[in-house]
């Protein structure tokens, strides 16, 4: 009887432990797969935020580049200002959208954006010069444009530092410019 009763007792055993184990395995699976999800998840809210930046670095890269074959071109009194303008609002545009994308970073809206109010200023400062670049005089006016396109750099740079910062305290990734 001993054996009979040894028996019941390792099936009744294994009964249970194959029921634990049917039950907390898939369990187990199920936990592990919704965390690695969340994982991949915050990877690619991050890869987002990161493109969205990138977006913005560019088009506004674009517009500075614009800004200073432009005011190349003024000096050298062959500017056409009225493509100019068609560039300056086709880039004004881009980078208006790509700030707009960034907004949920706490980043500014791009009308009080320090670095789109300089890229503006800029665009109409070199305008300027290149209307003026009929008279003989137009010292000031080139060291105007050139502090604006100054201006645009720098905050360009600072406004890089600052959302890199944000996007580095969000996603726990060291970004620097």
Wanted: charged fraction near 30%; glycine fraction near 8%.
């Amino acid at each position: 009887m001993d054996t009979a009763l040894l028996g019941v007792i390792c099936g009744a055993a294994g009964t249970v432990v194959g029921a634990v184990v049917a039950y907390f395995g898939p369990l187990q699976l199920e936990r592990r797969r919704e965390r690695l999800e969340r994982e991949v998840r915050t990877e690619d809210r991050a890869a987002a935020d990161i493109a969205r930046y990138v977006n913005a670095r560019t088009a506004a890269d674009q517009w500075l580049d614009l800004l200073r074959r432009g005011y190349q071109a003024a000096l050298e009194s062959r500017l056409d200002i009225a493509r100019f303008d068609e560039d300056v609002v086709r880039c004004s545009d881009e980078l208006r959208l790509r700030l707009t994308e960034l907004a949920h970073l706490g980043m500014s809206e791009p009308r009080t954006n320090p670095a789109f109010t300089a890229f503006r200023r800029a665009a109409e400062e070199i305008r300027r010069l290149a209307a003026d670049s009929g008279r003989a005089d137009k010292g000031d006016g080139e060291r105007t444009a050139l502090r604006c396109l100054e201006a645009c750099a720098a905050e360009r740079t600072e406004w890089a530092r600052q959302v890199l910062g944000t996007l580095s305290a969000r996603t726990g990734l060291g970004l620097s410019c």
